[in-house]
Nanobody
Framework: QVQLVESGGGLVQAGGSLRLSCVAS????????MGWYRQAPGKQREQVAR???????IYEEFVKGRFTISRDNAKNSVYLQMNNLKSEDTAVYYC?????????WGQGTQVTVSS
């Protein structure tokens, strides 16, 4: 069974940066669109950004210009570079396939932005 392991979160001040990583246990996604999702306390999980197998990217409006998604298929990995973080970016971040999350959700990585 595929496992997704997210890492790289932490506590950062507003305006700071973090780089998240997600590694899949198998090469499940070399041809799949992968996405980063997040879930803030008391809110539903939402999509943040996605990247297809060819490297084309799409971002939700609230992160456009601040976040960059990338992937390394040889390492079964997808990344999220987050710059100019805001307090409203505080959430647990997850990766999975897009549009339908096909793998079991990982534990996520907590991002906390202090204002």
């Amino acid at each position: 069974q595929v496992q997704l392991v997210e890492s790289g979160g932490g506590l950062v001040q507003a305006g700071g940066s973090l780089r998240l990583s997600c590694v899949a246990s198998i090469s499940m996604f070399s041809r799949s669109t992968m996405g980063w999702y997040r879930q803030a306390p008391g809110k539903q999980r939402e999509q943040v950004a996605r990247i297809n197998g060819g490297g084309d990217t799409i971002y939700e409006e609230f992160v456009k210009g601040r976040f960059t998604i990338s992937r390394d298929n040889a390492k079964n990995s997808v990344y999220l570079q987050m710059n100019n973080l805001k307090s409203e970016d505080t959430a647990v971040y997850y990766c999975n396939t897009y549009p339908t999350p096909r793998a079991p959700w990982g534990q996520g990585t907590q991002v906390t932005v202090s204002s």
